[in-house]
């Protein structure tokens, strides 16, 4: 899904005023732990916070936050994102999406991480493949929720992240970390992949029809790994005036198509001109140490799928 909402940044001064605004009306607190980063959420919403606790790994309650998010609702005013990048704070004024409110967290978490300790995020899904790890990098409405799926149904392929993982070069490899507890799918998956149909029957969905499950009632606990070195990158596009199904690229191709498309991320909160350096050095390192491909998918889902696994060797 697209994003839609602007990030408006605001200073530390206006920061304080807007907790002094609502502080009073925030009745619920919890801390989560994305990959180390105590993220805290603040709520007037019982339901936000509900998914919130389905969604992420819990942190201790005495454990300073290194970030927060404060959801709320406010009658009379519009729908508004602003993100103090000094405290690391974001407020979500009238954002009931919970799909929205876990992906800024997400990006909190990235923002702190990129700039205090050389970590990157990828806004992607990851599998690993018999113990080599694959992702799928794509914007949105190009498929790539649908092939993560698809992957995890078969044999050998383990999930770590279906929309967000964070990277480390350790020697000379990507290392692609786990972000969350559970995952967040779509109401329309068990119609491709029948396998998710009793998954989809448990869940509850929101408005936008998606809903925190945990995949592990299908694919089961063992499918699930917290970690694991990444050799294959797969970039989805959706282009009909390209006859090209699949393409290799090398690392500076693989550069060049994911700065066109915002890095594949509609959810960063900062733009500027540093940010954008460190971003597009990670991601020609991170190309250099995986083989890359483009997969364009115009096709059928079915038909799209089978290029996929042809890359992977996988059946």
Sequence with gaps: MASKYEIELISIEDKNALMEKYGERLLYEERADIYGCCIKLLTDSKYIKDRWEENFYPMSAHTRSHGRLIVIQENG???????????????LINVDYY???KSIALSVAGDILEDEHGINSVHGACVSIAGQ???LIAPSGT???????GLLRLKGVS???DDWFFVRF???QNVAFSSEKNFYIQADIAEIWGEYKSLVEKAEFDAKGRAVVNIRWIVGKGKIFPMTPLNT??????DPADCTITKKLTATEAVEYIKRVDFCNPHLLVKDSRKTMLREKFFKEFFSRAETYLVNTTL????????????LKVT
């Design 159 to 161: 999930a770590i992240s």
């Design 133 to 135: 790890g694959a992702c």
């Design 300 to 311: 059928p889902p079915i038909e799209t799928h089978k290029a996929i696994k042809e890359i």
């Design 99 to 101: 799909g929205w409110v």
């Design 77 to 91: 005013e519009k729908q508004r994102v602003l993100y103090d990048p000094l405290s690391k704070t974001a407020f």
């Design 143 to 149: 498929g790539k929720t649908t092939h993560t799926y």
């Design 170 to 172: 350790m020697a000379d």
């Design 233 to 238: 990158a797969i970039l989805l596009k959706r």
